[in-house]
Nanobody, 114 residues
């Protein structure tokens, strides 16, 4: 069982930045992909950014140019750098990993105030 622990959420003002971290309980080198999802109140969970095992990146249109997903194999960690945050980015952000099956973290809350 892979465990994923997110951190870095919090309250930030409109236009601010945050960096989320997701640390896995084992090496991420062989993971097929790692991703960040988010779920705003009353909405479905949506994909924000994904990085495949081969390093291919994809982003939701709503975050392109503002968010960046990266990974550090040595730390078994994937990051989501979020810049130019907007109130509509407010959500619980979840880390996901694909390794034989899909694993989820418990989420971290990001709140962007006006």
């Amino acid at each position: 069982q892979v465990q994923l622990v997110e951190s870095g959420g919090g309250l930030v003002q409109d236009g601010g930045s945050l960096r989320l971290s997701c640390t896995a309980s084992e090496s991420i080198f062989t993971f097929d992909a790692m991703a960040w999802y988010r779920q705003a109140p009353g909405k479905q969970r949506e994909l924000v950014a994904i990085i495949t095992g081969g390093g291919t990146l994809n982003y939701a249109d709503s975050v392109k140019g503002r968010f960046t997903i990266t990974r550090d194999f040595a730390k078994n960690t994937v990051y989501l750098q979020m810049n130019s945050l907007k109130p509509e980015d407010t959500a619980v952000y979840y880390c996901a990993a694909d390794f034989r099956q899909r694993y989820w973290g418990k989420g971290t809350l990001v709140t962007v105030s006006l």
